[in-house]
């Protein structure tokens, strides 16, 4: 096993948003824009990162040492969260210069946090590696590219230790045909658990949604910390566009906490309506996939839905003139669109129907591209985190990435 690649899914909020900080029902579903990792073992004590997305290249020596225990008992099944002290400790080990980035600092730290900990609960010490990470997704868009690298290290040094296991000819392939194979459902909850111990370095003490979704896969409800897979849900097509307009989420929350204070009869129902919606669309999803996916007016219903919370999202104002541009122009061809994630920019998914002609999303892009608009044609709800055995050529890989 002298290499491993694999890949995790970016995600998507298609409804909730906002209205899941006051204890309503969120859908959110894997989006497939996917992070992909490299790891390559060697004979020297060095590891080796390079990650191009971020202009991040270091070495650094494998015997890290947190001086404090990444598991409970050395248990790899029970991986602890990383204190502010051990967190301080790794950058201070890590030989990244003060002029790094935020986002390199964490990248770092999060995997060296993760090898230390894997490596001190495994029979052997973790050896030398390479490792190279390239994404799909973009930086810091509310896609969930911070899960998406979690998920990728936990998955890669934990098939390196030897804690999960697989082969090529695996069972568990993605499809009959594929080159793609997935790990045992607890497997991928250990995998999961650990990119959640990442994921709370990258981003603080987080909900676990973005690395569910990009473990497992597929869609799921969140709700007051509680979590439910939605195995139903089909995949489907959609258009995934970058406005390109930074937002901070944090001072969109607050905005609508200021009208929620203020506004709290009016903007009260308004949050149980966009629940009502959230519910609305995950059950119409579900009898899509129990009817083949053959209902236009099931269709129409989920377009309607999307109008519905753009609209009820304006309303808490978090919305955007960029966002509304984006509503706008795929309108103009029939299709529909809202906000993902905190709005205020960012990004829109544009739902893209069976038998929507290929010359329609083709124009809408091409308009979309020419107004300086990012964008994907993509789909949601399809597989999490995958091991790739074959080369580059079979997957939306760049060149030269797989052996």
Known sequence: MDRITVSAPGKVILHGEHAVAYGKKALAASLNLRTYLTLTRKDDKQINLHFPDIDLKLSLPCEINTSENNSKNGDVSSPIPASDKVIETLKEVSGLDKSASSS????????????????????????AIDIEVKSELPIGAGLGSSASYSVCVAAALLQLGNHIKQTESSSNRVTDHSDQTSWTNDETKLINKWAHVSENIMHGTSSGVDVSVASFGGAIEFKKGNIQNLSEMPETNILLINTKVPRSTRTLVSRVKTKYDKFEDIIGPILDTIEAVTTRSINTFCTLRENGQSSSSQYKDLEALIDMN????????????????????????????????AGGGGCAFCLITPGTPKAVVKEVMSQLKDEEFECWETDICGTGVVRHWSHSEHYNIPPGFLP
Do not use: M, W
Not at 109 to 125: C, Q, T, W
């Open 104 to 127: 390199q600092t964490l990248a770092v730290v999060s995997f060296l946090y993760v090898y230390s900990g894997i490596s001190k609960a495994s029979k052997n010490p973790l050896p």
């Open 310 to 341: 753009q609209g009820l999202l304006n309303t808490l104002g978090v919305g955007h003139p960029r966002l509304d541009r984006v509503c706008e122009v795929t309108a103009c061809s029939g299709l529909h669109s809202k906000l993902t994630g």
